[in-house]
T-cell receptor, first 111, second 111 residues
Framework: GENVEQHPSTLSVQEGDSAVIKCTYSDSASNYFPWYKQELGKRPQLIIDIRSNVGEKKDQRIAVTLNKTAKHFSLHITETQPEDSAVYFCAARGGYNKLIFGAGTRLAVHP | DTGVSQDPRHKITKRGQNVTFRCDPISEHNRLYWYRQTLGQGPEFLTYFQNEAQLEKSRLLSDRFSAERPKGSFSTLEIQRTEQGDSAMYLC?????????FGSGTRLTVV
């Protein structure tokens, strides 16, 4: 079945350090991989996405890389700030355009 | 139109009662999704509508759950004979293609 695994489940970094979150997916037909940020008590919000025809995408301090052969994709946040603290979810598109989400990574950025 | 709206924001119900949630998607979005999110987990897919047609239902969706999207606009999710295990955040999302826009969710507590 369709499955997305996400690691680590928690990540603690010092302000200014980089943070990396990794995901693997099972459905080789998946072609779209978004990342969502969810702050406490709020809705998940799309922060960056990548399609299977590219290997890397960058938006300011956030970048995503995709290895289709290995079915891995990763989120990289550079120069982390306290406001980056949140739960981050990766997802992969499955059948009928539905997104299959990972279990989430709780990122804490300490000043 | 400021986004995806969900009503109510919170619902406390006694075990065995029926509850109904409403989702108003972004008006030009033809795709509507329902997800369930429990504490510390990623959103789990429940069901998907394209316009008024319900095209996919998760195996998670027991016979006690039913969803409708009459006229392809708003959607309702009904849970009959609620159980304590139904306690969760119920998220609605809409899209026209790749990325979802989520609503703020309805938090259900079954006591």
């Amino acid at each position: 079945g369709e499955n997305v695994e996400q690691h680590p489940s928690t990540l603690s970094v010092q302000e200014g350090d980089s943070a990396v979150i990794k995901c693997t997916y099972s459905d080789s037909a998946s072609n779209y991989f978004p990342w969502y940020k969810q702050e406490l008590g709020k809705r998940p919000q799309l922060i960056i996405d990548i399609r299977s025809n590219v290997g890397e995408k960058k938006d300011q301090r956030i970048a995503v890389t995709l290895n289709k052969t290995a079915k891995h994709f990763s989120l990289h946040i550079t120069e982390t700030q306290p406001e980056d603290s949140a739960v981050y979810f990766c997802a992969a598109r499955g059948g009928y355009n539905k997104l299959i989400f990972g279990a989430g990574t709780r990122l804490a950025v300490h000043p | 139109d400021t986004g995806v709206s969900q009503d109510p924001r919170h619902k406390i119900t006694k075990r065995g009662q029926n509850v109904t949630f409403r989702c108003d998607p972004i008006s030009e979005h033809n795709r509507l999704y329902w997800y369930r999110q429990t504490l510390g987990q990623g959103p789990e897919f429940l069901t998907y509508f394209q316009n008024e047609a319900q095209l996919e239902k998760s195996r998670l969706l027991s016979d006690r759950f039913s969803a409708e999207r009459p006229k392809g606009s708003f959607s309702t999710l009904e849970i009959q004979r609620t159980e304590q295990g139904d306690s969760a955040m119920y998220l609605c999302a809409s899209s026209t293609g790749d990325g979802y826009t989520f609503g703020s969710g309805t938090r259900l507590t079954v006591v």
